[in-house]
């Protein structure tokens, strides 16, 4: 047993989704404060668009080291190497779920080979935040903000399908609606030979005890009222991987989990 796997440290990884949950909570206050009296909707949209004004950056950080290789096509097989494996993110860009704008300063290291991006982001709460962040990297005129979900991308006529050389998804596919349908609605934006550069959390694969698979499902009752609509139990990679015909899969778990994270993750390119 390596030090990382110490009982503190797995006990840790156990309680982080409620950790998380408590202090998604602590925004509600305000949230309520800021909307009263406006609909339910509003009031979700406004509560998360605080937590994730605060959380964004933390999650940011710990996602980096796999996110900015994963976009410079350094990952394959779940592990990082040292000259790309995949072209790097360019071309249009369609950026799914950007939130706060995470992403923004990643994406400007590639501005040179990228068009335009277009960020399918439809919680308007947070578009200022978006707006700033894009206008910090110098996006402005490349970054489209398209104030939608996904599943009123095609009736927006905002993207055309076959346009896309690059679809990014981080930390997103989790929270939209009729996820199957909407993956596949998607991949149909991509053109021949475009890219999906995935980091995604996903439900506990058939390698994880059972107890811990049951763990999650039960966290998952409550999770996603506080977290946005996140779910924690999706077979993403399936879905994906049934989107349509793919030239090349490459997604996995990454090379450093642990088998008791609560919210496994998987990463990597799947090219049409
Ligand atoms: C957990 S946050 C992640 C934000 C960002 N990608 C990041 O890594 O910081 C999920 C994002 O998906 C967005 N989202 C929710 N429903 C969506 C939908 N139907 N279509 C597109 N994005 C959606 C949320 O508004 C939120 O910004
Ligand atoms: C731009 O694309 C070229 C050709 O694929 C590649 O060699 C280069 O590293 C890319 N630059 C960036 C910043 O992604």
């Not at 900015?68 to 071309?91: E, F, M, Q």
């Not at 939209?176 to 995935?198: A, C, D, H, S």
């Not at 966290?219 to 609509?229: K, Q, S, V």
Request: with cysteine.
């Amino acid at each position: 047993m390596s030090s990382s796997d110490s009982p503190l440290t797995i006990l840790n990884t156990l309680i982080f989704p409620l950790k998380f949950i408590f202090l998604s909570l602590t925004y509600l206050p305000r949230a309520l404060l800021l909307t009263f009296p406006s609909s339910l909707s509003t009031l979700q949209s406004a509560w998360f668009s605080l937590f994730w004004s605060h959380v964004g950056p933390l999650v940011r950080e710990s996602a980096s080291p796999s996110v900015i290789p994963l976009l410079s096509g350094l990952i394959t097989r779940g592990s990082l190497k040292p000259t790309p494996v995949h072209p790097a993110i360019s071309g249009t860009v369609l950026e799914l779920g950007p939130g706060s704008g995470q992403w923004t300063s990643t994406l400007s290291r590639f501005s040179s080979n990228i068009t335009k991006i277009l960020g399918v982001e439809p919680n308007t709460g947070i578009h200022p935040l978006l707006r700033s962040q894009i206008k910090k990297n110098n996006l402005e005129d490349k970054y489209t903000i398209v104030p939608c979900g996904v599943e009123d991308l095609a009736s927006s006529g905002k993207v055309e399908k076959e346009s896309v050389d690059s679809i990014m998804t981080v930390l997103c596919l989790c929270s939209i609606p009729e996820p199957q349908k909407n993956i596949k609605e998607l991949y149909t934006y991509l053109k021949p030979g475009g890219r999906w550069y995935v980091y995604e959390h996903v439900k506990q694969g058939p390698e994880a005890p059972r107890w811990l698979a049951i763990y999650q499902s039960v966290l998952n009752l409550i999770w996603p009222h506080f977290i946005g609509g996140c779910e924690m139990c999706r077979d993403t990679p399936k879905w994906l991987k049934e989107a349509g015909p793919w030239g090349d899969i490459d997604l996995s778990r990454p090379e450093k989990s642990v088998w008791y994270e609560t919210m496994p993750n998987v990463i990597g390119v799947l090219t049409k």
